[in-house]
């Protein structure tokens, strides 16, 4: 910073002009021009700010990573703690599990071996009680024997009906607008009647008959007719084997219902 020199061969008188002249310079003006170098100091507090403020940036973001890193770090111990104490809960579990396995083998070799006597005590009743299921399968086979001719005898039976039937009816199917087809069923066949509606002579009933057994049933129809009517028809089947009159009597329902 320089200074201005102070002569002290100037006296104050020497440099102050004369008290009446108007173009006298002032005092203020004839002080010494002083530099305190502001200007110097001000870019020099700039410069101090800048790096200040770097300073301050760059440990708020050690901080911030070194914050940030603990926090990973902390995560990272409870993921580990968490696994320790899963692997923990595992052991565990398998030592239970292999407990439960032990006591189970345990008794499973306890019911084997119960199970064992009891086959043994069962293998012994069974050896002694063979000869009667020997006795009671000869039995058998006489009643299975018996029921096979008597099947075979009504086999024949039905045969020799036949020869009669068919014939008669062939005229049934004629006389009744009637044609016969299979219910898709082994023993059963379905009879469709057409001509039954006066309002419409295409309209078509049906119902299909059960010959599994001697007695036969009736277990589908349409139209709708009254069961116990349908019942009546088919006892009458049963106890005269007349098919002739059964078909004219199920047509007969059929064309009452559809009045």
């Known amino acids: 910073m320089a200074t ?26 004839s002080l010494p021009s002083i530099d305190f170098g502001f200007e110097e100091l001000r870019d020099r507090m700039a410069r101090f700010t800048v790096r200040f403020d770097e300073f301050i940036e760059k440990g708020r973001k050690r901080v911030l990573e070194e914050r940030n890193q603990f926090a990973v770090n902390l995560a990272e111990l409870h993921d580990d703690q968490r696994m320790r104490k899963r692997d923990i809960e595992i052991v565990e579990l398998k030592l239970e599990t292999h407990a439960q396995t032990l006591s189970k083998e345990s008794q499973e070799t306890e019911e084997m071996e119960n199970a064992i006597s009891e086959l043994s005590s069962q293998r012994d009743n069974r050896a002694s009680h063979r000869d009667y299921l020997r006795e009671q399968v000869a039995d058998m086979q006489k009643t299975i024997a018996a029921r096979r001719e008597a099947q075979q005898k009504h086999a024949r039976y039905l045969d020799s009906q036949a020869r009669y039937n068919i014939p008669e009816l062939d005229f049934w199917q004629d006389y009744l607008c009637l044609r016969i087809e299979g219910a898709g069923i082994e023993d059963r066949l379905k009879f469709v009647y057409s001509h039954v509606s006066e309002r419409d002579w295409e309209q078509e009933a049906w119902f299909e008959l059960d010959m599994s057994s001697r007695e036969y049933k009736v277990l589908h129809y349409k139209p709708k007719v009254e069961r116990e009517l349908v019942d009546q028809v088919v006892e009458k089947l049963n106890e005269s084997r007349d098919l002739g009159a059964f078909l004219k009597g199920m047509r007969g329902l059929f064309v009452e219902g559809m009045k």
């Open 4 to 29: 201005a020199a102070f002569e002290p061969s100037l006296s104050s008188s020497a440099v102050r002009p004369p008290f009446g002249s108007a173009d006298a310079p002032s005092m203020a003006d």
